[in-house]
């Protein structure tokens, strides 16, 4: 089975921050991973798709990028609205979500 | 526009099944799989296996395999997931998801007590 290992597990941040989150797969799994933010209360929202493009109405201040088996979600200039919960998915072979990354404000 | 609607919060008593909906809209039900994704206490997410509405083909995480059932009916354009011998381990928010995540149901609470 593919682990993805995420982290940092949270993070607190400040306004106007660049913040990065990481995965890393543990085997091969090519362009095949997404990253969600999700807010309390609601469903995820898919924000990067196949590592490293922007999914629709996101804003361009989300980045993903992949080095090697790493694979990470970058938001540029912190905004209020980013504060949220973020996860990985790997869907090159089944599915496999890393553990999560809580964003709090200092 | 897509949408997948699911049915609404369940209270079940521990040993019983539980059957949960997503009912699709806005696109071809047959053109996409549909995931099913846990989630316990706002934790992190489980994906627990997915269905092929047009041939009605399943996959399961190997954790999942005993404990959820995927069907759907394609004249209603509804994906289900039956859990059975509900425990405690079980009450959780569950998601219905189109492949590729790009879009998800409102999810459902299912809390398991006597």
């Known amino acids: 089975d593919i682990q993805m290992t995420q982290s940092p597990s949270s993070m607190s941040v400040s306004l106007g921050d660049t913040v990065t989150i990481t995965c890393r797969a543990s085997q091969d799994v090519g362009i095949y991973v997404n990253w969600f933010q999700q807010k309390p209360g609601k469903s995820p929202r898919r924000m990067i798709y196949r590592a490293t493009n922007l999914a629709d109405g996101v804003p361009s201040r989300f980045s993903g990028s992949r080095s090697g088996s790493d694979y990470s979600l970058t938001i540029s200039s912190l905004e209020s609205e980013d504060v949220a919960d973020y996860h990985c998915?790997?869907?090159?072979?089944?599915?496999?979500f890393g553990g999560g990354t809580k964003l709090e404000l200092k | 526009q897509v949408n997948l609607l699911q049915s609404g919060a369940a209270l079940v008593k521990p040993g019983a099944s539980v059957k949960l909906s997503c009912k699709a809209s806005g696109y071809t039900f047959t053109d996409y799989y549909i995931h099913w994704v846990k989630q316990s206490h706002g934790k992190s997410l489980e994906w627990i296996g997915y269905?092929?509405?047009?041939?009605?083909?399943?996959n399961y995480n190997e954790k999942f395999k005993s404990k959820a059932t995927l069907t759907v009916d394609k004249s209603t354009n509804t994906a289900y997931m039956e859990l059975s011998r509900l425990t405690s381990e079980d009450s959780a928010t569950y998601y219905c998801?189109?492949?590729?995540?790009?879009?998800w149901g409102q999810g459902v609470m299912v809390t398991v007590s006597s």
């Open positions: 998915l790997q869907y090159d072979e089944y599915w496999t």
């Open positions: 998801t189109r492949e590729g995540g790009g879009y």
């Open positions: 269905i092929n509405p047009n041939s009605g083909y399943t």
